[in-house]
């Protein structure tokens, strides 16, 4: 038997039972490659790198050293049940701290979209010409800001349908971004949303007028295949024209990221992808899972599992958590390189938890843009679906880096949007190693 997974099956009883020498139940451990034990609590990261002989003594308690001790005992991973009450209790108060002091507006400047990319997850909405006036987003940027007052950051994402069509909206935002900014004393954080389709020069003039941030929707090439993914609606690629598009934000300044989807079609090539991504000039990228049922359908029509798909993920972001600068680019891996960092899971894969409001063209509430609901509850809400309040990620290695996954994907491809998130949840197990690994070596 390994000797991690020899000592761990002996870990249980004296994890148990508490006292000086009790280990707590949150303990795990991975393995090193040059042969030591890296132990750590799926609460609280705080690793302790020692021997296998050493970790082999822990179920015993003898033969530990002072020094040792004291760095377990410090890590959370000494400790009686007690103590592993009191540590559970402080991470999620500080979990719903960090829910309670960002807030998350995603405002749906268009409904309109000229793709139609066969895995998309937007929901198509009743009316596809409709734009959000100026006095909506006035009138519910105010009564979100008291909504939030208190908030330490705000993030607006103009988002779709393809906000480049509300140009009065982006033009608003931009002659007001000073007075939005000092609506009171959070940070104001605003991203647009885009395909870059509409980019033009008037785009460019308006997007220059105030600190906005740029998230162009691009995939990677994939040998002709990307026209049976991400699609105008005539069934034409966009690859070419939106990367062209982001060739010009960047040489205007204007800070611009790429959001791209890790298809079966182009998951080998997305590393190198990002690698060109970081050449062009772009300031970061987000490699997305599938989602929902149509995701699921594009894995159908590829012969491809769940499963396999996982697999096919979790070998995609170990070769970026490899390249250290690659793993620095790309935002879900450097998340969950974050959520170690930080001690706790504060960066989740979902702000639906009552801190993202989603603002429709009508005026309308809700809080999830996948869902496309209109009935946004405020308040911290449904984080029992969240891993460290859910009873079924309670002994789950992986619990550090997780984010949770997505509700709506998971209630698409499960019928609950409590249940664990099949991909995500597979993905994260998967990669969790590699990731502890590197956290606790650097």
Not at 10 to 39: E, F, Q, W
Not at 195 to 219: C, M, Q, S, Y
Not at 248 to 257: E, H, K, M, S
């Amino acid at each position: 038997m390994d000797p991690i997974a020899e000592a761990e099956c002996s870990l249980a009883p004296r994890a148990a039972s508490g006292g000086r020498s009790g280990l707590s139940r949150y303990l795990h451990a991975v393995g090193t490659d040059d042969g030591r034990v890296i132990a750590y609590s799926n609460v609280a990261f705080e690793p302790v790198v020692m021997t296998v002989k050493e970790w082999r003594r822990l179920p015993a308690g003898d033969g530990i050293s002072g020094e040792l001790y004291r760095r377990l005992a410090w890590a959370g991973l000494i400790a009686n049940a007690e103590d592993d009450t009191q540590l559970i209790r402080h991470a999620r108060l500080r979990l719903r701290a960090s829910i309670e002091s960002t807030q998350v507006l995603y405002v749906i400047a268009s409904d309109g979209c000229d793709m139609a990319c066969s895995y998309c997850p937007i929901p198509v909405r009743r009316n596809l010409d409709a734009v959000m006036p100026v006095r909506v987003f006035q009138a519910s940027f105010d009564e979100l800001v008291q909504v939030g007052a208190g908030v330490d950051q705000r993030f607006v994402l103009l988002y779709g349908g393809e906000p480049l069509e509300n140009l009065p909206l982006l033009e608003y935002i931009g002659d007001a971004y000073a007075e939005l900014a000092s609506a009171d004393s959070a940070a104001l954080e605003v991203l647009v949303c885009s395909n870059l389709t509409g980019l033009n020069d008037r785009v460019l003039e308006l997007l220059k007028r105030a600190p906005f941030k740029v998230v162009a929707g691009i995939d990677a090439p994939a040998d002709g295949l990307r026209r049976q993914t991400r699609v105008f609606s005539d069934a034409t690629g966009n690859h070419e024209q939106t990367i062209e598009a982001s060739m010009r934000l960047i040489a205007r300044g204007i800070p611009t990221y790429a959001s791209t989807t890790l298809t079966p079609h182009t998951a080998e090539r997305v590393p190198d992808f990002l690698r060109a991504l970081q050449l062009y000039g772009f300031q970061g990228a987000g490699v997305n899972l599938l989602r929902g049922k149509r995701g699921k359908q594009m894995l159908d029509r590829a012969g491809m599992t769940i499963e396999q798909y996982a697999a096919l993920a979790a070998a995609c972001f170990k070769k970026i958590s490899a390249d250290d600068s690659v793993r620095d680019f790309e935002y879900n891996t450097l998340a969950r390189y974050g959520r170690l960092t930080n001690k706790v899971n504060l960066d989740l894969d979902c702000h639906a938890y009552g801190n993202q409001v989603v603002v429709y063209p009508d005026g309308s509430k809700g809080s999830c843009y996948l869902r496309g609901d209109r009935a946004h509850q405020p308040g911290v809400q449904n984080l029992d679906r969240l891993p460290l309040f859910n009873p079924a990620c309670d002994n789950c290695a992986a619990r550090p880096i997780c984010g949770g996954g997505c509700p709506w994907s998971t209630e698409e491809l499960t019928g609950s949007p409590s249940d664990i998130d099949p991909i995500a949840c597979q993905v994260t197990r998967k990669i969790n190693a590699t990731i502890i690994r590197k956290a606790a070596l650097r």
